[in-house]
């Protein structure tokens, strides 16, 4: 019986990944598939269609790991170099397999073509390797097994490589090759809160985990509009696991409060569109700072057309008072950016869409449009529910235009998540 | 005198970059500097805080390449291995730099905060070395030279690798290093044209190109309502080298037609928001199965308030009657994506807002509702600009829910840009 595999470098293969317009974010996908059986990734690499500097690269994280995966360079041309330059460091002779070929003759005869003959190339196995069958393309990826190391063969695309690796991971050759041991994870979003004030509240409690046996392990990825607490644990028990992280996450639900929105991972639009759906609502928004980001959230979303009826953007002022209905001499009075303005918005919304819920955004994006009295990051957010007072306030948003949008949405979302 | 750099390697150092949900992205910023210079980056790699790794990976890169650039690791903690690594690999001493130490210092007391003391490790400096001065924060940046090759740490935030990485480019100690080639670019952006109908029209012009001395290089980037042609060439002579990239330039642009909108690499959003500002005229958009995102595009643009006047987006039937004035006998005879509703919603979209141009969009982004006669993708965009008669037109646009929105704002904007 094999060591079970623990530490994996991920080499990514194509000079088109060595530009400056693409990034390998495969080497994500497969990072998270293999921490769920308890494999770290150790390393990661990108090498061009070079048979040398791959062949080096290749040699070198074998040496280091006892688990490596390679992703692209498995097409039929001369450029794709993967398949080759791994049988060729292992010292595997290969041989064409009359079934692969078979399959991809049959893929292109279904699209009324004959076979090219260059394709026979993906049709060639390395002597020991198992062939990963690829419905979605012509590559089948490889599964080999030497000197107690694995490596894995994977298409570059996506959607070829995905389901692949899944079914390795889940009930196949490599969930096999693991340990007892799996990685397990929860996560805690919040919202309203800057980062630094949410490692404050939850620092003195995560600490405590460090020194347990085995320690549950907090990572904190921030947003602007967006904080998120992301748990996990290594362990053989899942059952006890998930018990020890639930405890966990209620710790830090428990100091975050309502700031936390979800621990399933469903951003904050699509939590508020299914709450919205279940109390079968409708909701319309008036946004000017936003410019219909908060709408274009919402209705991004598929079926989304249940609970958002529509909603106005009025950029202008004049837009403002003809289409929402906004009195010129409130506008005068307080400016466009304004509590009073903010309310009448969305008293307007509501009236004129006949929609359960409005929502109403004012405020100064930047880089122009501030003042001393009202600087860039000043927006004004109103609320309208059902058997509710308005909730109206004004906020203060840190960044850069595109950033102090994305705040005033979050905060409008939340509130509304508060209200219901 | 050292030879001209050619080959680089990229190496980013940290183990939050190992993880399931960030990459490493100063390696583009590095890749399209260093490619200005005529350096090529052969390899990347991504190492975790881990001395004897990090050591192999980099002593491994400056064997194969004569330009190594770390990314990450500079900071005062024990995790912070870069320096001491490269140091050691090097066989290089360090000592601390007493004006490095001062300049820390200050940034401390500035702020009323004593340096603490891990900071001093942000002042070693191998012997030879050249500090590169960090305006964005505490760790300086080294250059070293050894052994006729090049090795260069930069701190990880993007805003303190940028601009020190761009001043070395610019005219400091890389391009002193560089060749007397250098490679320049131009681009031409289409819409409303599939990436294999882009490739049919332009194949046969760039394959000409790649036999000329030297060629020009042709890459092709698509995404669902815009492809991307980008074109390099590497030469000496910066005033040859343009003219023979314009030319080639205006020949993509003659087979391309009325589909190539820029050539500047604005988005077609920005181009005609400027297009609107220069004629100034106003706008405004009733949309319904974009929700917004084309309001939204237009104006993530700062100063955009100048020309977007707003708009509506009435993504229910009730909404199209009640705030677009759509009469429902239209609605019910074609339904709400046909040309006549579309029509009627650009009119009164306009009336409604007197605006000097306005945007109607209506369609079925799916994964639900469509149906035989009218499938998900079936997109209606009317646009009425001043002094021309009403534009309107039905589209079919493949891809999912988002792809199918984004498409059809591009339809929008491009259609919008031909009548102006």
New interface residues.
Partial sequence: MSAALTAAEIIAVGSEL????R???N???I??QL?ALGI?????????D?RE?LR??FT?SLR?SDLVILTGGLGPTDDDLTREVVADALALPMSEEPAITATIARRFSRRGLEMPDVNRRQAMVPRGATPLPNPHGSAPGLFIEAEGKVVVLLPGPPRELQPMLTALCERGLLSARAGAERVFKVSVFTTQRSESHVEELVQPIYSRWRDQHPPVET?I?ATPGQVEL?LSLRAADEAAAMKRLESARQQLVAVLGDSAFTTDGRPLHRLVGDMLRQRRLTL??A?SC???????R???V????AY?????????N??KT??LGVEPALLEQHGAVSEPVAAAMADGMRE???ADVSIAITGIA????GSPEKPVGTVVVAVLAPGRPMSVRTHSFPGG??HV?FQATQAALDTLRRLL
């Fill in positions: 060595l530009g400056w317009s990034l390998d974010t080497s994500l996908f990072t998270e921490a770290d990734v150790k390393g990661k690499s990108v090498v061009g070079d500097r080096a690269v070198e280091r990572t990825l992301h319309a928004a946004e936003t410019g219909g980001l908060l709408l274009e919402l209705t991004g598929p079926g989304s057309s958002v009826a529509g909603g106005i953007v009025a950029y202008t004049t837009l003809t289409l004129r869409s006949g930047g880089p122009g449009g235009r595109e949008r």
